[in-house]
């Protein structure tokens, strides 16, 4: 192939993938609008009312996951509390009470030795 088949050949692969990306850009808008709002629409035959519902709609669900994302997060903080105190009464007792613990572990070890 001469130096201008060589230019040719790549100018028609570049018209190809060029056709073949306006395909898939409308391919991931339709995958898109699938996935995200349940199903297909087409914006241009939505009425506004309509558009204004959905948008309520997801309003309402970003309200609740951060209700939900806040009730979690309290959980967790609240776990987290009481596992705290429970290792710092604890440690008290156990630096006020060290003989019980000295006596125990060597118990342990007398036991297993």
Do not use: P
């Amino acid at each position: 192939m001469s130096y201008g088949g060589h230019i040719s050949d790549m100018i028609r692969r570049d018209s190809e993938n060029r056709e073949l990306r306006r395909g898939m850009i409308q391919r991931l808008r339709d995958i898109r609008s699938e996935s995200v709002l349940g199903k297909k629409i087409n914006y241009k035959k939505v009425s506004l009312s309509k558009l204004e519902e959905i948008a309520k709609q997801n309003e309402e669900k970003e309200r609740f996951d951060r209700t939900a994302t806040t009730k979690k997060m309290i959980r967790i903080v609240s776990v987290g509390l009481v596992v705290a105190v429970f290792v710092f009464f604890f440690l008290n007792y156990a630096v006020n009470h060290w003989e019980f613990f000295d006596t125990c572990r060597k118990n342990f070890l007398r036991f297993f030795l």
